[in-house]
């Protein structure tokens, strides 16, 4: 079972996702955790600690992915577009919620995206030598999270997110191999 500071900070995370940054409130968030007002304050002191919470999570769950990147056995290209049509994972949880607390003028949560996006960048480049075809990996992985976002949001087009990945990761691997010379 999830710790009490766990329930509370996934509490937050659903409500933002579902419902928006305003109805997050203390009280709503303790409430969904089944947890006194008092209990979150005990984790959390305020909306901004419980802010700050999520950036923490979303900076722990994408290192994690960075370094399952790095691992892949069939190299970081291919893995960041496969893995992209991870809807409803913790990590796609904690960025839609970062990115909705980022429109409501949290800062903090638009310096975590920023760090996110840029660490998935930065181990592309790295991986493959070359700024260029690392940005047009990361942006077709990017455009699959959209589709996959999108698709899971719709009850009149639930294919939209399945995707034949095969012929996809093939263009990644020609990519990779006429990129220019470093």
């Known amino acids: 079972m999830a710790s009490a500071r766990d329930r509370v900070l996934d509490s937050f995370v659903a ?3 579902e419902e928006g940054e305003r109805p997050a409130t203390l009280d709503a968030v303790a409430a969904r955790a089944g ?3 008092g209990g979150l304050l005990y984790h959390f002191g305020s909306k901004a600690a419980l802010v700050e919470g999520l ?5 722990d769950l994408s290192t994690a992915d960075v370094e399952r990147m790095r691992d892949a056995e069939d190299g970081p290209a291919r893995y960041f577009v496969r893995n992209c049509q991870f809807v409803g994972s ?8 970062a990115s909705r607390l980022q429109q409501a003028g949290y800062a903090e949560a638009g310096r975590t995206l920023d760090e996110t996006e840029n660490a998935w960048l930065a181990t592309l480049v790295e991986a493959l030598g070359d700024a260029p075809t690392a940005q ?3 942006l077709m992985g990017d455009g699959l ?7 899971a949001a719709s009850d009149v087009r639930p294919d939209r997110a399945t995707v ?3 012929p996809l990761l093939g263009v990644v ?3 990779v191999s006429t990129k220019p010379a470093a």
């Open 35 to 37: 947890v006194s007002k």
């Open 145 to 151: 999270y959209h589709a996959a976002s999108l698709g």
């Open 136 to 138: 047009a990996i990361k």
């Open 15 to 17: 409500i933002v996702c």
């Open 164 to 166: 034949d990945m095969e």
């Open 90 to 97: 913790e990590l796609d949880l904690a960025l839609l919620a």
């Open 173 to 175: 691997d020609r990519l």
């Open 55 to 59: 950036c923490d999570r979303l900076v």
